[in-house]
């Protein structure tokens, strides 16, 4: 992934409305949602949501397809995989054995016996000592 391409998602996703929007689709997998769900679903009204809904198509965040009348949305999961590896890529400097891994959720989180912690006071002192 380009450092643009990630810039672009993250700003497209600084509205609560849309990061709403994406959370809610990305439940919702591959069935996606059409417009008029996704308006009920976050009380948020039709006109408004076009216009969100429009700028995270642009984003490529995501996809829509026409159904008849209607349009259903999906969250491009690719690209969210796409996103979360570009941004651990380099996670624990390239050692993934360093990484701990919590219920449910993959951390890049130093294992708390692998790096003992130290203070920023502490290595102040120990540097001007």
Request: hydrophobic share 40%; net charge neutral; glycine share 6%.
């Amino acid at each position: 992934m380009q450092k643009e391409t990630a810039t672009s998602v993250f700003e497209s996703l600084s509205s609560p409305v849309r990061l709403d929007v994406f959370r809610l689709l990305v439940r919702q997998g591959p069935e996606g949602m059409v417009a008029g769900e996704i308006s009920a679903a976050l009380d948020v009204p039709p006109t408004n949501l076009s216009f969100h809904l429009k700028g995270m198509t642009h984003a490529t965040l995501l996809t829509v397809e026409q159904e008849g009348r209607y349009q259903r949305y999906r969250a491009n999961l690719a690209l969210m995989v796409e996103l979360i590896g570009y941004l651990t890529e380099e996670c624990c400097a390239g050692n993934p054995d360093l990484c701990v891994e919590l219920p449910g959720k993959a951390s890049c989180a130093p294992a708390a016996t692998s790096v003992p912690a130290v203070s920023k006071k502490r290595s102040k002192t120990a540097v001007t000592a």
